[in-house]
């Protein structure tokens, strides 16, 4: 689609009032409920479909595929997708400098109308996308529910954002000039999106990208395509130009570094691991012939967080957040708790309700809506049991620990809790990135903070007491980018919580805040000095 057509494309869009997060799902109404079960029925119509790579709004062909399975049950496949490799490479850089030229042009107003067009699609099919999610990468109704709510919301509060940044202006007007602050758009951008959420976060860090007047090469996880083709599905709806976004799945190891070497791209957003993360980082860092500029990094790695636990907390409610903060979605969030760091004053008693709350989770298939679905893939959960295995040589075991077997063949783990644990074991350092707990005890609170910062990550922490001199001191010595007290540490809403993390967890974006679009912008300084006339003077 030609830049002319923009306008015809797009249906003219305004915020509606000030941004509001989308409201959760109540599945205890039946209809909902009746809702996901059609939605679960008529997308396994679709399991299998193939998708074509789509690069300056063309539908191409490699001679690989990628085939994406459900993990809940191997055998079925959800999607097939072509590989893009190193020969694709350059035709996505053209088509997307070519889109660049022209859609950077274009009014903060079409680019923010497209984002509310999409938004209001995928509110109207929240239940098909919900759906997907739950084949794709194995989450629950209430994880997809989640995922799709936190999508509408970037792409409403991004749309408003844009808005606001346009309308941006100096501190103050020099006497005699007029002054104005521009952010324009950096280039092209590689958005390299995780399996976690696969729709929130790859939808999100596509659309700061392009509402801001980027074009972007979109290369999502290989575990989680198939949301990503129905995204760019729901952009091309809502009229987006062609080469503005251009769906690129393929290896991380070709593809992917071949883009993020790339003298053209501009600047990358990735959310994954540390490994992947700091590779991405030092491969940008180095300079290529014919490239002009400093790449910019925009990371979102992994975290190792914590739940401490004071002596003065509410038993009840600090079981609760340790239990959704850790087993949620198997524990396959940057934010989950994987470190319980508990008074030792009510450890024992803390550590055997914690041990029958999780006796009553279920764990199967999340098209049931089980409580804990599968990990995402076989590498995962041989990880885990990895882990499981040195935890055991480290602490007590005293729940899960076992791998389950299904008729499907799913890759089911049990949630897992090993009480006992020094804070420098390996089970409390490293990111496990599954349903494996570590509760460790400490005898002060002061202590509890230290173990909590005694991490090389620094993303989300909780804190559960009564005593506000302890909430004072937390907040003031928790070294996280996201902290929440008397809460559990998952659940970040758009708005309401900034989400990015210190250290080795990222480079603290804050998605879903005020500052995020700044990222993908540069800030352009423009004065006029001002005719004798126009300033007002005689």
């Given at each position: 689609?030609?830049?002319a057509g923009?306008?015809?494309?797009?249906?003219p869009r305004?915020?509606?009032?000030?941004?509001?997060?989308q409201?959760?799902t109540?599945?205890?109404d039946?209809?909902?409920?009746?809702?996901?079960?059609?939605?679960?029925?008529?997308?396994?119509a679709h399991?299998?479909?193939?998708?074509?790579?789509?690069i300056?709004g063309?539908?191409?062909?490699?001679?690989?595929?990628?085939r994406?399975i459900?993990?809940a049950?191997?055998?079925?496949?959800?999607?097939?997708?072509?590989?893009a490799?190193?020969a694709?490479v350059?035709?996505?850089?053209?088509?997307a400098?070519?889109?660049?030229?022209?859609?950077?042009?274009?009014?903060?107003?079409?680019?923010?109308?497209?984002?509310?067009?999409?938004?209001?699609?995928?509110r109207k099919?929240?239940f098909e996308?919900?759906?997907w999610l739950?084949?794709?990468?194995g989450?629950?109704?209430?994880?997809?529910?989640?995922?799709?709510?936190e999508?509408?919301?970037?792409?409403e509060?991004?749309?408003r954002?844009?808005l606001?940044?346009?309308?941006a202006?100096t501190?103050?007007q020099?006497p005699?000039?007029?002054?104005?602050?521009?952010?324009?758009?950096?280039?092209v951008?590689?958005?390299?999106?995780?399996?976690?959420?696969?729709?929130?976060?790859?939808?999100?860090?596509?659309?700061?990208?392009?509402?801001t007047g980027?074009?972007?090469?979109?290369?999502?996880?290989?575990?989680?395509?198939?949301?990503?083709?129905?995204?760019?599905?729901v952009?091309?709806?809502?009229?987006?130009?062609?080469?503005?976004?251009?769906?690129?799945p393929?290896?991380?190891a070709?593809?992917?570094n071949?883009i993020?070497?790339h003298?053209?791209t501009?600047?990358?957003?990735?959310?994954?691991?540390r490994s992947?993360?700091l590779e991405?980082?030092?491969r940008?860092?180095?300079?290529?012939?014919?490239q002009i500029?400093?790449?910019?990094t925009?990371?979102?790695?992994?975290?190792?967080?914590?739940i401490?636990?004071?002596a003065?907390?509410?038993?009840?409610?600090?079981?609760?957040?340790?239990?959704?903060?850790?087993f949620?979605f198997s524990?396959?969030k940057?934010?989950?708790?994987?470190r319980a760091?508990v008074?030792?004053s009510?450890y024992?008693?803390?550590?055997?309700r914690?041990?029958?709350r999780?006796?009553?989770?279920?764990?199967?298939d999340?098209?049931?809506?089980?409580?804990?679905?599968?990990?995402?893939?076989?590498?995962a959960?041989?990880?885990?049991?990895g882990?499981i295995?040195?935890?055991?040589k480290?602490?007590?075991?005293?729940?899960?620990?076992?791998?389950?077997?299904?008729?499907?063949?799913g890759?089911?783990i049990?949630?897992?809790i090993?009480?006992?644990i020094p804070?420098?074991?390996?089970?409390?350092?490293e990111?496990?990135?599954g349903p494996?707990?570590a509760?460790?005890?400490?005898?002060?609170?002061?202590?509890?903070l230290?173990?909590?910062?005694?991490?090389e990550y620094?993303?989300?922490?909780?804190?559960?007491?009564?005593?506000?001199a302890?909430?004072?001191a937390?907040?003031?010595a928790?070294?996280?980018?996201n902290?929440?007290?008397?809460?559990k540490c998952t659940?970040?809403?758009?708005?309401?919580h900034?989400?990015?993390?210190?250290?080795?967890?990222?480079?603290?974006s804050?998605?879903?805040?005020?500052?995020?679009l700044?990222?993908?912008?540069?800030?352009?300084?423009?004065?006029?000095k001002l005719?004798p006339?126009?300033?007002g003077?005689?």
């Open positions: 689609m030609a830049i923009i306008a015809h494309a797009i249906k305004t915020p509606r009032g000030g941004f509001s997060n409201p959760f109540d599945f205890n039946p209809e909902n409920a009746r809702a996901m079960r059609r939605a679960l029925d008529r997308v396994a399991l299998g479909s193939e998708y074509s790579l789509i300056g063309k539908r191409l062909k490699t001679a690989e595929r990628i994406s459900n993990p049950r191997p055998a079925q496949i959800v999607g097939v997708h072509q590989n490799g190193a694709q350059d035709a996505a850089m053209t088509a400098l070519h889109a660049f030229d022209a859609w950077s042009r274009t009014t903060v107003e079409d680019r923010a109308s497209l984002l509310l067009g999409a938004a209001e699609t995928i099919r929240k996308f919900m759906a739950t084949y794709e990468v989450k629950n109704w209430a994880e997809a529910d989640a995922d799709v709510g999508t509408i919301d970037f792409l509060f991004y749309a954002e844009a606001r940044l346009a309308a202006a501190p103050i020099y005699g000039e007029r002054n104005e602050l521009l952010y324009i758009p950096l280039g951008g590689a958005v390299i999106s995780p399996w976690n959420f696969p729709f929130a976060i790859m939808a999100g860090m596509t659309a700061a990208a392009i509402v980027n074009s972007v090469i979109l290369k999502p996880s290989s575990d989680a395509p198939t949301i990503a083709a129905r995204f760019v599905e952009l091309e709806e809502a009229g987006i130009p062609d080469g503005v976004v251009n769906f690129c393929g290896s991380g070709t593809f992917g071949a993020v070497e003298p053209k501009r600047f990358i957003a990735f959310t994954g691991s992947v993360g991405i980082h030092l940008a860092a180095q300079h290529h012939p014919g500029w400093i790449k910019r925009i990371l979102e790695m992994g975290g190792k967080d914590s401490l636990v004071a003065d907390a509410d038993l009840d409610a600090a079981v609760e957040g340790v239990v959704a903060s850790a949620g524990g396959q940057c934010s989950a708790c994987s760091i008074d030792a009510l024992d008693v803390f550590v055997e914690l041990r029958e999780v006796a009553t989770l279920t764990v199967g999340p098209a049931a809506n089980a409580d804990l679905g599968p990990v995402i893939n076989q590498a959960l041989t990880s885990m049991l882990y295995e040195t935890g055991k480290e602490g007590n075991l005293i729940a899960g620990g076992n791998a389950l077997e299904t008729k499907a063949g890759y089911f049990e949630p897992t090993f009480s006992e804070p420098h074991a390996v089970v409390a350092q990111e496990i990135f494996v707990l509760v460790i005890k400490v005898a002060s609170f002061e202590e509890g230290r173990v909590a910062n005694d991490t620094g993303l989300t922490g909780a804190v559960y007491t009564s005593d506000r302890k909430i004072a937390a907040r003031s928790f070294h996280v980018g902290l929440y007290f008397n809460r659940g970040a809403m758009v708005g309401a900034p989400f990015g993390g210190f250290n080795m967890s990222g480079t603290d804050k998605a879903g805040g005020p500052d995020y700044y990222l993908f912008t540069q800030a352009k300084s423009v004065a006029e005719t006339v126009e300033s003077t005689p």
